[in-house]
């Protein structure tokens, strides 16, 4: 069913170590061969489309295939 609130399970968690970016952990991804598929929705609040866009355009990596719609059952998901 339906959850009508959320309740965080852990408070007791010390965070000492803050990451201001990822960039340099996907950089270093970029120096072995491991293919990734990197999907955005049009409809994200947070992280648009745009944003992973240049993303993608800040890690100088080869683009394979241009970006495109996902396509399940011939409708776009």
Request: with cysteine; proline share 4%.
């Amino acid at each position: 069913g339906t959850k009508s609130y959320w309740v965080r399970c852990n408070k007791t968690l010390a965070y000492s170590y803050n990451v201001e970016s990822s960039v340099p952990y996907h950089q270093k991804f970029t120096q072995e061969f491991i293919r990734a598929l990197i999907y955005s929705g049009d409809q994200d609040l947070v992280v648009s489309y745009v944003d992973t866009k240049d993303w993608i355009k800040m890690l100088s990596v080869p683009i394979v295939e241009n970006w495109r719609p996902w396509i399940v059952n011939g409708q776009v998901a």
